[in-house]
Antibody, heavy 121, light 109 residues
Framework: EVQLVESGGALVKPGGSLTLNCAVS????????MSWVRQAPGRGLEWVARIKQGTNGGTTDYAASVKDRFHIFKESSKNRVFLKMDNLKVEDEAIYYCTHESGSDWQLDSWGRGTLVSVSS | QSVLTQPPSASGTPGQRVTISCSGSRSNIGSHGVNWYQHLPGTAPKLLIFGNSERPAGVPDRFSGSKSGTSASLAISGLQSADEADYYC??????????FGGGTKLTVL
C-alpha cells in the first residue's frame, strides 16, 4: 500500500521561502513519478509540479504560476520528495498534496493528507 | 478560469443517476485520457476513474466514465448520501502540464 505523508507547511511572509517534505512508503521514488497538487482556500485543485523517474534527479515539469520560483526534487536514499518554494506570494496559500502517479494518463492514484502553507504579512 | 470546464454544481435524490460533464480541447482531453477524482472536505482526494472509463480496485461500478472527442463525463447511478462530495476531472495538457476542471459540488437532496 502506498502511503504519502507531507510535512513542512507553515506561516510565511510574502517573499519568503519554505520547503515541503513528502515521506513515501510502499513505492520507490526512484522508479516512479510524483506530483505536487495544491488547493487554495475556496478554490479547486491545481497541479503544481511533477518529477519523473530517475535517481536523485529525473525530468521536472512546473505549472506556469510557479515556474522559476518552485523546485521539485527527490532524495532516493530517504525515499522522499521535496518542494522548495521561493518568493512566496499570497496566492500560493493552499493545502499542498503529495501525489503518486501511475499508468500513462497522469492518474494520481495515491494522495497524502496535505500540509497547509499560509502566506501573510 | 480552469482549462477544463465543469458545471459548478449538480444534484440528485437518492437512487437517481447524475452525470457531470467536463469540456476541454484538442491539446488535453483530445490527446490524453481523462481521470476523475472525488474529494470530501478535509480528506485526501481519491482517484475514481482513470483512462476515461477504468475504475481502480474498490470503486463501485455505480461510477462510470466516458469520453468523446474533447469532452468527458462522469456518471453516478444509484445515488447515495455518501456520494456528496466535490468531483474533479483532470488530464495532461501538451502545453500546460497537468490540468484540472474547476470542480463540481454534488448535493444529494
Amino acid at each position: 500500500e502506498v502511503q504519502l505523508v507531507e510535512s513542512g507547511g507553515a506561516l510565511v511572509k510574502p517573499g519568503g521561502s519554505l520547503t515541503l517534505n513528502c515521506a513515501v512508503s510502499g513505492v520507490s521514488v526512484t522508479n516512479d513519478w510524483m506530483s505536487w497538487v495544491r488547493q487554495a482556500p475556496g478554490r479547486g485543485l491545481e497541479w503544481v509540479a511533477r518529477i519523473k523517474q530517475g535517481t536523485n534527479g529525473g525530468t521536472t515539469d512546473y505549472a506556469a504560476s510557479v515556474k522559476d520560483r518552485f523546485h521539485i526534487f527527490k532524495e532516493s536514499s530517504k525515499n522522499r520528495v521535496f518542494l522548495k518554494m521561493d518568493n512566496l506570494k499570497v496566492e500560493d496559500e493552499a493545502i499542498y498534496y503529495c501525489t503518486h502517479e501511475s499508468g500513462s494518463d497522469w492518474q494520481l492514484d495515491s494522495w497524502g493528507r496535505g500540509t497547509l502553507v499560509s502566506v501573510s504579512s | 478560469q480552469s482549462v477544463l470546464t465543469q458545471p459548478p454544481s449538480a444534484s440528485g435524490t437518492p437512487g437517481q443517476r447524475v452525470t457531470i460533464s467536463c469540456s476541454g480541447s484538442r491539446s488535453n482531453i483530445g490527446s490524453h485520457g481523462v481521470n476523475w477524482y472525488q474529494h470530501l472536505p478535509g480528506t485526501a482526494p481519491k482517484l475514481l476513474i482513470f483512462g476515461n472509463s477504468e475504475r481502480p480496485a474498490g470503486v463501485p461500478d455505480r461510477f462510470s466514465g466516458s469520453k468523446s472527442g474533447t469532452s468527458a463525463s462522469l456518471a453516478i447511478s444509484g445515488l447515495q448520501s455518501a456520494d456528496e462530495a466535490d468531483y474533479y476531472c483532470a488530464t495532461w495538457d501538451d502545453s500546460l502540464g497537468g490540468v484540472f476542471g474547476g470542480g463540481t459540488k454534488l448535493t444529494v437532496l
